[in-house]
């Protein structure tokens, strides 16, 4: 592996000038600052680690703009997961390696260089088992072996439709399993990803909706890796909940579930204060997606209170609509300023745009037991109009307000180059079979 010296590198404790980083089996090894190039050091102007994401369905990218149509009456989260129900039928392995190569090329080329593939598209489309339990999961490790993202693996639990164990419906029959099929399922698919480097297996029990009380008690003890759910994403869901238990959801998922740490609530948009409060006191992650939250209307969360109290968020791409690292950032801290009517409510006396990354990173590292040495980093063009003449924070500041991804032109995974020119190395081949699988999903 190379050794690499940049001008402005990115570090754990801040920037640093003149540095060298040397790389081993994928791993940085040394963080030499205020160095001298050596003669076979392979030099850049700006480097800093890539951001992981969080939280991604991928099946979805294929569906992206196909649900944008107005319907006579409302419009909300519930008729676009129809059509997401629809879009699902015919979603072979084959095709789910396509449609999550492609995505996760657009991952790596906008930043991200590891991914939470929170992943419930398990069963075949008449919802019979596959004879391999992990068929799908053994598509997504595929695509990101291809790629090269890394990956954490998070299989969905999900056995019922509504709160108080409601039937699942026919649209959800390639998602759902009972607790023995997902003992089977989760060590399936834990082999599926062994063969990947550094990459990890948690679990999702995917909502309060979506699983019983004895379910959620017993999942969390099923792996020990991270935990991921979703949480309070929508109105009706807090309705609901409230009319199944008394409780809302966030508040009734902290008193009856021993959150901590190795949690994920991912969106947990509509919460109290006191809520709030409470959750972030755990050291739970708040995983957000403003791009896919902003998409389906499902709320603004409450970002400066959840900071106040401590609490710590990564970003994720969730529904694929749209697959940028800085969209999101950049969208999560402007639904403050929209709510607030002020400009940079997350940095009071500081620079916006590295409250943003650096929370991000280190929030998202948490939530995917992402290895703290591994080389992934993004590099920066200097001859990007919007970086022209900054340093330090002011260069994370023009990247997440002013530049955006076209300011990325390249992106090394495990000290591997994956993008170069602000392209995958492998798009040309990934994006033909992506257009195949699509042509025939959609004829």
Same mark, same amino acid.
């Given at each position: 592996m190379p050794t690499f010296f940049f001008d402005q590198w990115l570090g754990d404790a801040g920037w640093l000038a003149a540095t060298r980083v040397a790389v081993s089996d994928g791993r940085v090894t040394a963080v030499e600052p205020h160095a001298s190039p050596g003669p076979t050091d392979e030099r850049h102007a700006i480097g800093l680690p890539g951001l992981p994401?969080? *939280?991604?369905?991928?099946?979805?990218?294929?569906?992206?703009?196909?649900?944008?149509?107005?319907?006579?009456? /409302?419009?909300?989260?519930?008729?676009? =997961?129809?059509?997401?129900?629809? @879009?699902? #039928? !015919?979603?072979? %392995? $084959?095709?789910?390696?396509a449609i999550a190569a492609m995505a996760q090329v657009e991952m790596l080329e906008g930043g991200f260089t590891r991914v939470g593939e929170f992943h419930y598209l398990h069963h075949a489309p008449d919802g019979q088992r596959y004879d391999d339990p992990a068929a799908m999961?053994?598509?997504?490790?595929?695509?990101?072996?291809?790629?090269?993202?890394?990956?954490?693996?998070?299989?969905? @639990?999900?056995?019922?439709?509504? @709160?108080?164990?409601?039937?699942?419906?026919?649209?959800?029959?390639?998602?759902?399993?009972?607790?023995?099929? @997902?003992?089977?399922l989760l060590d399936a698919s834990a082999s599926a990803v062994a063969g990947l480097p550094d990459a990890v297996a948690g679990i999702a029990p995917h909502s309060l909706r979506a699983v019983s009380?004895? $379910?959620?008690?017993?999942? %969390?003890?099923?792996?020990?890796? %991270?935990? *991921?759910?979703?949480?309070?994403?929508?109105?009706?869901?807090?309705?609901?909940?409230?009319?199944?238990?008394?409780? =809302? %959801?966030?508040?009734?998922?902290?008193? *009856?579930?021993?959150? #901590?740490?190795?949690?994920?609530?991912?969106?947990?948009?509509?919460?109290?204060?006191? /809520?709030? $409060?409470?959750?972030?006191?755990?050291?739970?992650?708040?995983?957000?997606?403003?791009?896919t939250e902003a998409n389906l209307g499902d709320g603004i969360f409450p970002a400066i209170e959840w900071l106040a109290a401590g609490g710590?968020?990564?970003?994720?791409?969730?529904?694929?609509?749209?697959?940028?690292?800085? /969209? /999101?950032?950049?969208?999560? #801290?402007?639904?403050?300023?929209?709510?607030? !009517?002020?400009?940079?409510?997350?940095?009071?006396g500081g620079s916006s745009g590295a409250r943003l990354y650096r929370s991000a990173l280190a929030g998202g590292a948490q939530a995917l037991s992402a290895p703290g040495d591994a080389a992934d980093f993004i590099t920066l063009d200097p001859h990007h109009p919007a970086l022209v003449g900054r340093s330090g924070d002011a260069l994370l500041d023009a990247l997440v307000f002013a530049a955006g991804r076209s300011a990325i032109d390249g992106v090394w995974r495990r000290g591997r180059q994956v993008v170069?020119?602000? =392209?995958?190395?492998?798009?040309?081949?990934?994006?033909?079979?992506?257009? *195949?699988a699509l042509e025939r999903l959609l004829a």
């Open positions: 994401n969080l *939280h991604s369905h991928a099946f979805q990218r294929g569906m992206a703009g196909l649900a944008e149509r107005g319907s006579i009456g /409302e419009d909300s989260f519930w008729t676009w =997961r129809d059509a997401m129900y629809r @879009f699902v #039928d !015919r979603i072979t %392995p $084959d095709d789910l390696h999961a053994a598509a997504l490790a595929a695509a990101a072996g291809e790629t090269g993202i890394g990956l954490t693996l998070l299989p969905v @639990f999900y056995a019922q439709s509504g @709160f108080g164990g409601a039937a699942p419906s026919a649209g959800q029959r390639r998602f759902v399993t009972d607790r023995n099929g @997902f003992a089977r009380p004895d $379910d959620l008690a017993a999942l %969390p003890g099923m792996t020990a890796g %991270p935990v *991921h759910i979703h949480i309070a994403e929508q109105v009706k869901e807090v309705d609901d909940c409230v009319a199944w238990s008394g409780a =809302r %959801p966030v508040e009734w998922l902290l008193d *009856h579930a021993a959150v #901590d740490p190795r949690w994920c609530l991912v969106h947990a948009t509509h919460m109290t204060p006191a /809520e709030t $409060d409470r959750a972030a006191r755990t050291g739970a992650v708040a995983g957000l997606c403003p791009i710590r968020f990564g970003v994720g791409s969730d529904s694929n609509v749209l697959i940028d690292a800085t /969209e /999101e950032l950049r969208l999560l #801290d402007y639904g403050q300023r929209l709510t607030r !009517r002020v400009r940079n409510p997350l940095a009071p170069a020119g602000g =392209r995958h190395i492998a798009r040309e081949a990934i994006a033909a079979r992506y257009r *195949h």
